[in-house]
């Protein structure tokens, strides 16, 4: 185990795997994509060069979204509060954003399910912060304290396993990244037809994304043992989705 450091106790590779494998084996290997391909039928046609979505694309853009939620926390500033060993205590607040910023300036190809996948990626801690003009000032400040990405290659060589997706090694998140991404959210994310279309449609596809991620992020959890103020939700989710 070593930095980049997830939590107190796990590194964000550890993570990233435990969450990989979680979202296969209860979402992709039971067809949760043929799901997510009829909701993006629905949409289709209002979305630019109205792209068809292969399965597979789907699958892998659902595996993407989950291992990539805390891509954000890689950065020096956030690091440097642990040790090698990812021993002590940290605050990553608000490392979903910065999360956010690695992935539009990280996918090379810019595929139409990217802004989904982003905004899942953003919204993953939503029932207590959402990415605002204060949250995204605060992005501001701490790639200002240290954007420097550890362990770049590592995280490069990880994602590049999905195959439906290239990418380009992220090697810091800096300020113009997170201005960037505000850009991102008012011109793509907050437009026709994403998150800002008046009907629900849009905002339905999104959560469908944040859904696998969420499930998956919670049980990887109870292999560092610290979800103890989530029993009863991590009980429920197991119930449902296996341990």
Not at 19 to 27: D, G, I, P, S
Not at 40 to 51: A, D, E, F, G, T
Not at 100 to 111: C, E, F, H, R, T
Not at 157 to 183: A, M, N, Q, W, Y
Request: glycine residues 6%; contains cysteine; hydrophobic residues 35%.
């Amino acid at each position: 185990m070593g930095k980049p450091c997830a939590f107190t106790g796990q590194s964000l590779i550890s993570h990233m795997e435990g969450v990989e494998k979680l979202v296969r084996e209860a979402f992709v290997e039971e067809g949760y994509a043929k799901i997510v391909r009829k909701r993006l039928s629905k949409i289709r046609q209002s979305l630019p060069h109205h792209p068809d979505f292969p399965e597979e694309v789907v699958e892998d853009a659902i595996v993407l979204t989950a291992v990539s939620h805390d891509l954000g926390k890689a950065v020096e500033y956030f690091q440097r509060q642990l040790t090698n060993d990812c021993s002590g205590r940290a605050s990553f607040h608000p490392h979903e954003v910065l999360s956010g910023a690695y992935l539009i300036k990280a996918v090379a190809d810019q595929s139409p399910l990217l802004p989904f996948i982003t905004t899942a990626v953003m919204m993953h801690h939503h029932a207590m912060r959402v990415p605002d003009e204060k949250t995204l000032e605060k992005a501001q400040e701490v790639v200002r304290g240290g954007g420097k990405v550890l362990g770049a290659g590592e995280l490069h060589k990880f994602l590049s396993r999905i195959k439906s997706f290239s990418f380009k090694e992220v090697g810091e998140i800096t300020p113009d990244d997170v201005e960037r991404l505000r850009l991102y959210i008012n011109q793509v994310i907050n437009s026709t037809p994403y998150t800002g279309v008046p009907t629900s449609s849009s905002l339905q596809v999104y959560s469908l994304f944040l859904l696998p991620l969420v499930v998956s992020d919670n049980l990887d959890s109870t292999r560092r043992g610290d979800d103890e103020d989530r029993r009863l939700f991590i009980v429920e989710l197991k119930n449902i989705y296996g341990d």
